[in-house]
Nanobody
Framework: QVHLVESGGGLVQAGGSLRLSCAAS????????TGWFRQAPGKDREFVSA????????YYADSVKGRFTIFRDNAKNTVYLQMNSLKPEDTAVYYC????????????????WGQGTQVTVSS
């Protein structure tokens, strides 16, 4: 089984930046993509971004497009999420996930999840 650990969350002011990291304990060669999701209290977990393994194609939710960048280092089994121009609406627990097939924007597609890292953006 794959074990994922997120890091890099914190408290920032609106307009600030954070870089999240997702480190995997082992290879995930069977997955098509790795994703980032976020969940605010009382709300459903929602898709943020994903990157494919073979082509490193990137995908973003409309709410973060142009502000967030996802990239990966396959040699280190690490995926990053660079978050710029942060807004209070971005406040949530951010989770990385792996093991998805082609439906990598869907929560139910991912069998492996990290514990999450808190991101709080103040006004």
């Amino acid at each position: 089984q794959v074990h994922l650990v997120e890091s890099g969350g914190g408290l920032v002011q609106a307009g600030g930046s954070l870089r999240l990291s997702c480190a995997a304990s082992g290879p995930t060669f069977g997955s098509a993509a790795t994703g980032w999701f976020r969940q605010a209290p009382g709300k459903d977990r929602e898709f943020v971004s994903a990157i494919t393994r073979s082509f490193r194609s990137t995908y973003y939710a409309d709410s973060v497009k142009g502000r967030f960048t996802i990239f990966r280092d396959n040699a280190k089994n690490t995926v990053y999420l660079q978050m710029n121009s942060l807004k209070p609406e971005d406040t949530a627990v951010y989770y990385c996930a792996d093991g998805a097939g082609v439906r990598f924007t869907t929560v139910d597609e991912y069998p492996y999840w990290g514990q999450g890292t808190q991101v709080t953006v103040s006004s």
